[in-house]
């Protein structure tokens, strides 16, 4: 029997900060180990500045990336469901896992105030991998 691959999906009110960094993280930490998949109940037009520039100075290059809707299917499809301030807007199916991270809202703030809110997501993300596959993903120096 194969066991089947954990799908994560964080959710944020805009899908320009923090789920996004957690899932990028997470994506590269699990080296394909994971699914993973980030939305928002109110996607922002992109991805907040300060937020690209931080995950860079990580190699993690969010460029590409744009903020998506939150749908049903996406919850439905994920194992494990993370929010991170959206709180009612988000279905909850029975059998899924819920996790809210409180964590502090990147949008409005400067490159060195986003530093810390990437690590605490790093350090959080890395935790829920080994939880998941075992895996023990290295903290990597800011």
Not at 49 to 73: N, Q
Not at 77 to 85: C, E, K, L, N, R
Not at 88 to 110: E, H, I, N
Request: charged content about 25%.
């Amino acid at each position: 029997m194969v066991d089947a691959i954990p799908e994560v999906l964080f959710v944020c009110v805009h899908n320009a900060g923090r789920s996004q960094m957690a899932a990028a993280l997470l994506d590269h930490h699990a080296a394909g180990s994971v699914r993973v998949r980030s939305a928002g109940s109110a996607p922002a037009e992109s991805i907040n500045p300060a937020v690209r520039e931080v995950m860079a100075e990580s190699d993690i290059d969010l460029s590409a990336e744009i903020p998506k809707r939150l749908t049903t299917d996406a919850v439905d499809a994920a194992d494990v469901v993370i929010t991170m301030g959206c709180g009612d807007a988000c279905p909850v199916f029975p059998g899924k896992r819920y996790l809210d991270w409180q964590l502090d809202d990147p949008a409005g703030k400067t490159v060195d105030e986003v530093r810390p809110i990437r690590d605490d997501i790093d350090a959080r993300v890395r935790a829920l991998l080994g939880e998941l596959t075992g895996i023990e993903a290295e903290a990597k120096p800011s």
